[in-house]
């Protein structure tokens, strides 16, 4: 029963339950780059691989994040300034998940070992931006973008333009719910001196902000079709995840935490689960 506290305490400081948000646009790619399914192998190596780029880099996000979580009444209770995982628990998990990482990566491809600390480099250098530019949003879902892109390497050992087109569209809908998250802490940001475009620029000119990445972002999903066989079942999906973002930008309410992480998580693991549905039943039906 201890060890099964212990995993779910862990599970709750990478936030694995998120780890949906770049999987589905990851699953894209690899399932465009085969042109349809690929081997059972590859499909388990580029899970592996983004299960534990991703929780290795919110676990190091966290450990460098401790000191100013604590100070923060809304992050105050999370694992490690709560007292519930320690500073070595924490190293021990960063580099077990990129360990994970690197192995899936050797598993894959010469091409994506090769680039596997170039990724790991990256997750490191975000969990700083925000003690020096309001456009960590930005960065962030850059670093998240690499998902679509490491999974078509996976599959073909070569670069392309239409992952990044799907790299693209994963940046600027990362940027845009990020930068509606951050709305909560517009004032502790500011007296910090922590960098975000809400602290930055105030709420009415950051939801615009957020509005205009997640327009970018439609954008850059309807012009993957221009490069693949992908129509109208498709569309249909990112028709759906307009009406979605719509919903998700009516509700924002910053003085709301409850509402705020719903509109920010919640309704963005839906979006990218429809754009996945949708491309699938494109890819397999028609």
């Known amino acids: 029963m201890e060890l099964i506290k212990r995993i779910k ?12 948000f770049s999987l589905p646009f990851a699953l894209l790619a690899m399932l465009i780059a085969a042109k349809g399914l690929p081997s059972f192998w590859k499909i388990l190596w580029i899970a592996v691989a983004l299960f ?19 100070k923060n009444e809304r992050t105050k209770n999370r694992e490690i300034p709560a007292g519930k995982v320690s500073v070595k628990e924490t190293v021990f998990l960063i580099v077990f998940f990129y360990a994970l990482f690197v192995l899936a990566a050797f598993m894959l491809n010469t091409l994506c070992l090769i680039l596997s600390p170039v990724a790991i480099l990256l997750f490191s250098l975000y969990s700083y931006t925000k003690r020096y530019t309001y456009l960590c949003h930005y960065i962030l879902g850059f670093i998240c973008a690499g998902a679509p892109v490491g ?32 709305l909560s ?17 105030g709420y009415q000119k950051a939801s615009l902000i957020s509005s205009a990445s997640h327009f970018l972002m439609v954008c850059f999903l309807i012009s993957v079709t221009f490069f693949t066989e992908l129509g109208w079942l498709y569309l249909s999906g990112i028709g759906i995840c307009v009406i979605l973002l719509v919903i998700e930008h ?3 309410l910053p003085s709301s935490e409850s509402k705020m992480k719903f509109v920010s998580y919640t309704i963005n693991q839906y979006i990218s689960a429809v754009v996945l549905l949708f491309a699938v039943f494109d890819i397999f039906l028609i």
């Open 9 to 20: 305490t862990y599970s709750k400081l990478v936030m694995m339950s998120h780890t949906l």
């Open 52 to 70: 534990g780029a991703r929780n290795g880099a919110n676990a190091q996000n966290r450990l460098i994040d401790r000191h100013i979580d604590k």
């Open 151 to 182: 999974a078509w390497i996976a599959i073909t050992g070569t670069i392309a333009l239409t992952p990044f087109l799907i790299a693209a569209a994963v940046m600027f809908w990362v940027a845009g719910f990020d930068i509606i998250y951050a």
């Open 185 to 201: 802490d517009i004032e502790h940001d500011k007296k910090e001196g922590l960098y975000s475009i809400p602290s930055r620029f």
């Open 250 to 252: 009516i509700l924002v």
